[in-house]
């Protein structure tokens, strides 16, 4: 079964726009990692936050912030007025703290970010 | 600091024969993960090592890739013998353990005709 749900498969913008990326996750697992990772054209998986289970404080990095919320498994990912350099694709993932999947990342489809000037 | 090394960055071969990856991970990086992602897909984890031992196979198709850590660093991953559906891009990530980032090389674009 999908652990990690991205459903929106693109998003276009214009620069300056805001955007919001949905992430929905599954598991039974207490405590467990959530990622977001960036994947330019150049093909390099970037990696952008990290947070574990029990840590639901928003964060805020630059024209980045993350929403994590536990009460709807989501974890959404916000960029404040894009701008043509953002256009890649982002993955969010899910590490479960068990012995089997240690340090495992299990990746959602991705969203497809385009931003045009 | 070095990143992930990977080579080849691009590999065209016909199907049924065999191609071979290379990754050099973060000096120190003791925990080495091969995924395989598939145009148009998240990256799905392939193996996972521990030094030189292997910790997650569950995902690596036994029957035709193999992959080895000899001492612990550098990692090969095997195709053999090739199959259209193995047409990916093999990207290889580091960490120095447990839940932290994984970083990740640029990949190796594998292309079977």
């Known amino acids: 079964a999908q652990k990690v749900t991205q459903a929106q498969t693109e998003i276009s913008v214009v620069e300056k726009e805001d955007v919001t990326l949905d992430c929905v996750y599954e598991?039974?697992?207490?405590?467990?990692?959530l990622f977001w990772y960036k994947q330019p054209p150049s093909g390099e998986l970037v990696f952008l936050i990290r947070?574990?289970?029990?840590?639901?404080q928003n964060e805020i990095s630059g024209r980045y912030s993350w929403n994590f919320q536990k009460s709807t498994s989501s974890f959404n990912f916000t960029i404040t007025a894009s701008q043509v350099v953002d256009s890649a694709v982002y993955f969010c993932?899910?590490?479960?703290?068990?012995?089997?999947?240690?340090?495992?990342?299990?990746f959602g489809a991705g969203t497809q970010v385009v931003v045009t000037p | 600091e070095a990143g992930v090394a990977q080579s080849p960055r691009y590999k065209i071969i016909e199907k049924r024969q065999s191609v071979a990856f290379w990754c050099n991970p973060i000096?120190?990086?003791?925990?080495l993960y091969w995924y395989q992602q598939i145009l148009g897909q998240g990256p799905k984890l392939l193996i996972q090592?521990?030094?030189?031992?292997?910790?997650?196979d569950s995902q690596l198709p036994k029957d035709r890739f193999s992959a080895e850590r000899l001492k612990g660093v550098d990692s090969t991953l095997k195709i053999q013998p090739a199959k259209l559906e193995d047409s990916a891009v093999y990207l290889c990530?580091?960490?120095?353990?447990?839940?932290?980032?994984?970083?990740f090389g640029p990949g190796t674009r594998l292309t079977v005709t």
């Open positions: 090592f521990q030094n030189n031992g292997v910790v997650d």
């Open positions: 598991t039974r697992d207490t405590t467990y990692y």
């Open positions: 993932a899910l590490s479960e703290a068990t012995t089997d999947s240690w340090g495992k990342l299990q």
């Open positions: 990530a580091s960490t120095s353990g447990g839940w932290g980032e994984q970083y």
């Open positions: 947070r574990n289970s029990f840590d639901e």
């Open positions: 000096s120190g990086h003791a925990t």
